[in-house]
């Protein structure tokens, strides 16, 4: 069993910084795959980065690329989410996700335990 706990959230201009930290319960943190999801109002919920298990193979979405950076500390059980030069439409509930997800890293259901979510809002 693993618990997530996600932090870091708020309000940021557009162009700004962000840096969301995933802190994870249980001593089987290092062998998942751990991904970041985001859920704006009336959409889907979407892959944004992901990271396997020895932190050697990273994910993002076209979206992201380019800005936001994922890390993992499994010392730490933690995992982390720079999100530079954000703009409105990376405005979502951001979501922390741990899985052995193989290939399919994307996909909302190959992960089994989620955290409850932090606000991300960017003004224009």
């Known amino acids: 069993q693993v618990q997530l706990v996600e932090s870091g959230g708020g309000l940021v201009q557009a162009g700004g910084s962000l840096r969301l930290s995933c802190a994870a319960s249980?001593?089987?943190?290092?062998?998942?795959?751990m991904g970041w999801f985001r859920q704006a109002p009336g959409l889907e919920r979407e892959f944004v980065a992901a990271?396997?298990?020895?932190?050697?193979?990273?994910y993002y979405a076209d979206s992201v690329k380019g800005r936001f950076t994922i890390s993992r500390d499994n010392a730490k059980n933690t995992v982390y989410l720079q999100m530079n030069s954000l703009k409105p439409e990376d405005t979502a509930v951001y979501y922390c996700a741990a899985g052995y997800t193989g290939t399919y890293y994307y996909t909302v259901e190959k992960y089994d335990y989620w955290g409850q979510g932090t606000q991300v809002t960017v003004s224009s």
């Open positions: 249980g001593r089987t943190f290092s062998r998942y795959t």
């Open positions: 990271i396997n298990w020895s932190g050697r193979s990273l």
